[in-house]
């Protein structure tokens, strides 16, 4: 062999070889890749060839120069296999390492095999099928004999299933089982990090995902196929919002189809905020990297990454859904020039005060121009009839008339609009239950539909005294000018008045089975965010 096929042969070696293990449990930093996935599907496509299809593309990222330097790579929900090419998953007590092994779908073999290929933990979310019934559970087979689950798959890097976990609040998913109570689930890694994992409309619930807080996890995989909504809970918005205030590590991977709303992937570091983030206007398959800083170590260096904004018009695209604010208690922002506004708005006794400093420009009698509500709520509401829950909010937000029909509805890209208002200084106050039922967040959104840099804004809780129950004082604060601002809001959501979305084999809505212990926390001392 001559000295230029010798060569051609140590570069083929090198590029097939195993990524080495990067992180180890004394770095203060591990890397995670997060993919954000187009999730299109072409018309009449057959299951089998979609399914071999998409899982190409897995394979390419995982071997993709980009995915080198990770410890940790995570795909999104609902974008690799369907209904008809659901896979057995092996149980992650048994030890199985699926590559090669005929019993699992290509789909599992292969990831399986790219993992211990390439020595990463990837975590990918697919359509699995189960023998039915399973232990303990008594409730009917469907006539097939077989569950299926939408689940979570981590595999480490010898390509083990180390963890499995089968999504409880399910988004409607017609045909799709759940376990009898949500699956409390994570695994540990050889960097010295703990993973908890759920799933996209679990992220709306108490359990699993607030559980796993309270069991004192700090990172956390969250495969996703959102479906974005104004004002509160576009899919990046409620993503930093979630690691915000729970101050945790939330590597967030979503598919991507716009035109049906589903877009947002990022990597958030706690109260640090948004280490990379992304809202797509056009499908896209592209994977993201960042250096994360370990819980472990509070002062570890964070780099972040600067999101590429679309503008307003382009962000039109990404079809937006719109809450149910019609019932909300709100006043108008006087649209007054150079103005110190001191308001109260309540809806019953959940009162919100705020104090804002703004000024309006001048000459838009012919102009269009977002207005603004100070709103104030505490009532129920529905997930598209999928699951009710109860939201408590002080909140302000834009509309693009004098109309509320049109409050939180955007202009269509066509329309050209004035930033009408800049927003100097903002503090909203009020009172929130503190107990295991009531999760309390930041919440805001600027008109390209991005959630605002953590630095830009305060967060503060403190115990109110003199209660017959514990609550919490919360204030929030915008300490930058902004014109773009959609939302600026402290959004909660209360839990006791209503049951989980969990679902029976035959797709029907059941109960809570299991009572699941909950670790619960006081705060005893003012927490400034």
Not at 136 to 157: E, I, K, Q
Not at 334 to 354: I, K
């Amino acid at each position: 062999m001559n000295k230029p096929s010798i060569l051609i042969c140590i570069l083929l070696l090198l590029r097939v070889a195993p990524s080495k293990q990067l992180s180890t449990p004394s770095d203060p930093h591990y890397w995670a890749g997060v993919v954000e996935f187009s999730s299109f599907r072409v018309a009449g496509e057959l299951a089998e060839n979609s399914t071999a299809n998409r899982l190409t593309e897995y394979l390419a990222i995982i071997d993709s120069p980009e995915a080198d330097v990770t410890d940790v790579l995570v795909f999104p929900e609902g974008t690799l296999n369907r209904f008809e090419t659901a896979s057995f998953v092996p149980h992650p007590g048994d030890n199985v390492v699926p590559c090669n092994n005929l019993r699992y779908e290509r789909v599992v073999r292969d990831i399986s095999c790219a993992a211990r290929n390439r020595k990463k933990y990837v975590v990918i979310n697919l359509t699995e099928k189960a023998q039915c019934p399973e232990a303990f559970d008594t409730r009917p087979c469907s006539t097939d004999g077989l569950y299926h689950f939408n689940t979570n798959v981590a595999f480490d890097r010898e390509g083990m299933v180390v963890s499995r976990y089968r999504k409880f609040n399910l988004f409607g998913e017609a045909g799709i089982n759940t376990t009898t109570y949500p699956e409390i689930v994570s695994f540990e890694t050889d960097f010295g990090v703990r993973f908890g994992h759920f799933i996209c409309f679990d992220l709306m619930f108490n359990e699993p995902a607030l559980e796993l807080v309270r069991l004192g996890i700090t990172d956390f995989i969250f495969p996703t196929m959102w479906f974005s909504e104004l004002p509160f809970l576009t899919a990046s918005q409620i993503q930093q919002g979630w690691a915000f205030a729970n101050n945790a590590n939330l590597l967030a991977a979503g598919a991507s189809f716009p035109g049906v709303g589903s877009t947002g992937t990022g990597v958030y570091s706690g109260r640090r905020g948004a280490i990379t983030t992304v809202m797509n206007h056009d499908p896209q398959t592209k994977l993201y990297v960042a250096q994360v800083p370990k819980m472990s170590f509070p002062n570890a260096a964070i780099n972040k990454i600067p999101p590429q904004k679309g503008t307003p018009a382009q962000m039109t695209k990404l079809l937006l859904k719109r809450d149910q604010i019609d019932k909300y208690a709100t006043k108008d922002l006087p649209m007054t020039s150079n103005a110190q506004l001191e308001e109260r708005v309540c809806y019953g006794s959940h009162c919100c005060n705020f104090t804002i400093n703004y000024t309006v420009r001048a000459n838009l009698q012919n102009s269009k121009y977002y207005r603004y509500k100070l709103a104030a709520y505490d009532a129920g509401r529905t997930f598209d009839g999928f699951a009710d829950g109860q939201i408590t909010t002080c909140a302000i937000f834009a509309c693009s008339s004098n109309s509320y029909s049109d409050c939180s509805r955007r202009f269509e890209g066509n329309e050209v609009f004035e930033e009408a208002v800049t927003f100097n200084a903002i503090t909203i106050v009020a009172k929130f239950a503190n107990n295991d039922q009531t999760f309390v967040l930041p919440n805001n959104v600027d008109t390209s539909i991005l959630p605002f840099d953590v630095s830009e804004t305060e967060y503060i809780v403190v115990p109110s005294e003199g209660d017959e129950t514990p609550h919490n004082i919360v204030t929030y604060k915008l300490n930058r000018p902004r014109s773009d601002l959609y939302t600026f809001a402290i959004w909660a959501r209360k839990f006791e008045q209503y049951t989980t979305s969990g679902a029976n084999p035959s797709g029907m809505l059941s109960a809570l089975v299991f009572a699941v212990a909950a670790l619960a926390g006081v705060v005893k001392n003012a927490v400034v965010f």
